[in-house]
């Protein structure tokens, strides 16, 4: 079981050009998140799927395209590579359970190694 | 809307002593549940320990354990005999419902944990 694995690992690009950041989870799950992370900041959301054919917009979606044609796979894509977008990018995966005692649900949340981009 | 504050921004700790990370939380919501991830130097987002809001118990997971307090929302992680290996970032997080009854986790600003030998 690799989890949830992204490419690349780093990448440099100039103001302007476009690319995608891949991800890929091999646990059958369903539900499948993009965030970005700022330097000293938490995690924001940009994009989140919660199944084939079916995204939705997360807190900080501009400049941002995703897609999700497969179960395991949901590639994010840059159109014109702002400074601002300068960022580490996590991808996540996620599923629900019950825990019986109390009935709560957990959505624990399984994430990629991340990918570093400066936008230059 | 929901918050998430993380007021210690860096923590230096002795290693083998216990220690606390502090959380709080708003929310409207009647459940929700939080989260603890830990970020090594090396990047990756750890899962360490989840707390339901309806859970009577506190969470414990091996030496973690999260003290929570539902009245005064707050959710902070504890550490115990703390070794070298838990320098890190500590996030908390708190699980929001979105659109079709999937959810998002909004996360805190972070806590720096650096354990001296």
């Known amino acids: 079981n690799a989890g949830v694995t992204q490419t690349p690992k780093f990448r440099i690009l100039k103001i302007g050009q476009s690319m995608t950041l891949q991800c890929t989870q091999d646990?059958?799950?369903?539900?499948m998140y993009w965030y970005r992370q700022d330097p000293g900041m938490g995690l924001k959301l940009i994009y989140y799927s919660v199944g084939a054919g079916i995204t939705d917009k997360g807190e900080v979606p501009n400049g941002y395209n995703v897609s999700r044609s497969t179960t395991e796979d949901f590639p994010l894509r840059l159109e014109l590579a702002a400074p601002s977008q300068t960022s580490v990018y996590f991808c996540?995966?996620?599923?629900?359970?019950?825990?019986?005692?109390?009935?709560?649900?957990?959505?624990?949340?399984?994430f990629g190694p991340g990918t570093r981009l400066t936008v230059t | 809307a929901q918050k998430i504050t993380q007021t210690q921004p860096g923590m230096f700790v002795q290693e083998k002593e216990a220690v606390t990370l502090d959380c709080t939380y708003d929310?409207?919501?009647?459940?929700?549940?939080l989260f603890w991830y830990k970020q090594p130097s090396s990047g990756e987002m750890i899962f360490l320990i989840y707390?339901?809001?309806?859970?009577?118990q506190n969470a414990t997971e091996g030496r973690y354990s999260l003290n929570f307090q539902k009245a005064r929302k707050s959710a902070n992680l504890v550490i115990s005999a703390s070794q070298l290996g838990d320098s890190a970032m500590y996030f908390c997080a708190m699980r929001e419902r979105l659109h079709f009854g999937n959810e998002k986790l909004t996360f805190g600003t972070g806590t720096r944990l650096t354990i001296i030998p």
């Open positions: 707390q339901g809001s309806y859970d009577e």
């Open positions: 646990m059958n799950h369903n539900y």
């Open positions: 996540a995966s996620s599923y629900s359970m019950n825990t019986g005692t109390s009935g709560s649900v957990i959505y624990e949340q399984y």
């Open positions: 929310t409207s919501d009647q459940s929700y549940g």
